[in-house]
């Protein structure tokens, strides 16, 4: 992951954790930050961040010869942004951002086929599949995994094919992990689904598409 792409969730899980409500406070809390990555004091930099964010913050890119740039980056960040998830619905958890004006969405929450960031594509691989739209779950899928698959390859595949139940038992697993923390690089996600399995997804242009779940 780029060095700014870390910064800039590092920073995001820092205000998440603390949830300070002025600027001043929320640099306080960073510079905090910066001086226990200069320390290398991992127990202090992991109790700064919410139990569920853990999983993002990649502490060894932290420690070592590191250290000493990312305490300065940290002691005077870029931004920090408060970020959460919103269930509009109990499987539709949707990204917002704290603005200078309140909370905004990240993300279209009246979009119901969305592919435009990581957990939108899995939630619209959810709906898709439980609504049998399959040409919505075709367009889900990787542009090498298309060519030769059709729309009725996937309806067989779902509904009496021989994996059918492993992929419907596989889209319940997904499902109650939609809100989990997602590990994002610029080209690639992936959230960790439990007993070493995992959902990841690939940036097709402005899009993302589903490598495996």
Known sequence: ??????LS???????????PREPRALAHASDRLAREVRRGDRQAV?????PVARPRVDLERLEGEGARSWAKALSKPVEVRAEATLFVAADRPVEIVQGERGWLFAEDPFDRWDQSTPRATLRTLVRASQERRWDVLLGLAPRRYRVGLSVADLERAWTEGE????LRNARER?????????????????LDLGEGRFARLEREGDRWVV???
């Open 1 to 6: 992951m780029r060095p700014s792409a870390r």
């Open 9 to 19: 969730l590092l920073a995001a899980l820092l205000a998440a954790a603390c949830a």
């Open 46 to 50: 992991t109790g700064m961040v919410v």
């Open 163 to 166: 994996h059918a139940e492993a």
């Open 174 to 190: 997904l499902r109650a992990h939609l809100a989990d923390p997602i590990r994002v690089d610029t080209h690639e996600a992936a």
């Open 211 to 213: 490598v495996d779940f």
